[in-house]
């Protein structure tokens, strides 16, 4: 099957169906949300909140094996987002120490699942996830929590806009400043938990900040950048499923399906990074 057939045919099968519908959906969430991320320049929180959660991803997934990674991932992520919010707002800590920290949390994971018996083999799905696998209560589970993070930033659009572009007028405007960060950090630490499974906690950046970097590059309009964002999520999603699917089944080689949609997605922004470039010269 080449590249071109797969674009189609190949999601009639049950598990890349799941998995299409899995990316969509956490592509129209990370996709809104990961505009405000870059208009905010938020990426070092959610980077710090992607580490943050690992420890609750091995210890979930220890004590209970799949089963237990989604409360494991919420229980660090609740913990994380309250902590980060809260330095971030009195500057207790400098960006320095809060990396030592996470890069911390990080490795305890890492030791979780790696000294655990039986269990060391499932740290590699945990850190690239299970995409073309996941099972239908999973994908159930992974689009219920993207939905709910989607929802929590459109309730507090208006807010988000405001604190975004003008954090003086938001509060003149009566938006508490921590609320409105907390909700924002809360929608960003529940797609990092449902993408996590999916993708993977070390590729679960690329769905989250890449779409919103690159809608920067493409466009200067508010509604512009939300469009954009999310339709580069959309098509990365569906153009890498179809490339790791055609490499396995032509290639005979082994690809994670999260590996393939994150290096599209980077593509895709390579992409517009040239063309951006070329335009500018061109207009010198």
């Known amino acids: 099957m080449n590249f071109l057939d797969a674009l189609t045919t190949a ?55 799949h089963n237990g990674v989604l409360i494991g991932a919420l229980i660090a992520a ?5 902590v980060l919010t809260l330095m971030s707002n ?39 996830g299970h995409l073309l696998t996941v099972t239908d209560t999973e994908a159930i589970t992974t689009v219920v929590v993207s939905l709910i993070a989607l929802v929590l930033v459109l309730l ?11 954090s003086v007028a938001s509060a003149a405007a009566g938006y508490r400043r921590v609320v409105t960060e907390l909700v924002l950090n809360v929608a960003i630490a529940l797609v990092i938990v449902a993408a996590s499974n999916a993708v993977g906690n070390l590729l679960v950046l690329a769905v989250l900040i890449v779409p919103g970097a690159l809608s920067r590059l493409v466009s200067n309009r508010l509604g512009g950048l939300f469009v954009v964002a999310i339709s580069a999520g959309l098509l990365a999603s569906w153009i890498g499923l179809a490339a790791g699917f055609s490499i396995s089944v032509n290639g005979g080689v082994d690809v994670p399906g999260g590996a393939t949609v994150a290096l599209t997605f980077i593509a895709l922004y390579a992409i517009a990074l040239i063309v951006r470039v070329i335009r500018k010269g061109a207009n010198a």
């Open 156 to 166: 507090t659009f208006r807010r988000q806009v405001f604190r975004a572009f003008d």
């Open 90 to 128: 009195n500057k207790v800590a400098s960006d320095a120490t809060t990396a030592i920290v996470l890069t911390a949390m990080f490795s305890i994971g890492v030791i979780i699942v790696s000294a655990s018996s039986g269990r060391a083999g499932g740290l590699e799905q945990l850190l690239f």
């Open 78 to 82: 609740a913990a994380a987002t309250i």
């Open 11 to 65: 999601f009639a099968l049950p598990f890349m169906g799941r998995a299409l519908i899995v990316m969509l959906v956490l592509s129209v969430a990370a996709g809104v949300i990961g505009v405000f991320i870059n208009l905010r320049g938020l990426e070092f929180l959610s980077d710090g909140l992607t580490h943050a959660v690992f420890p609750g991803l091995a210890a979930g997934f220890v004590l209970s094996g």
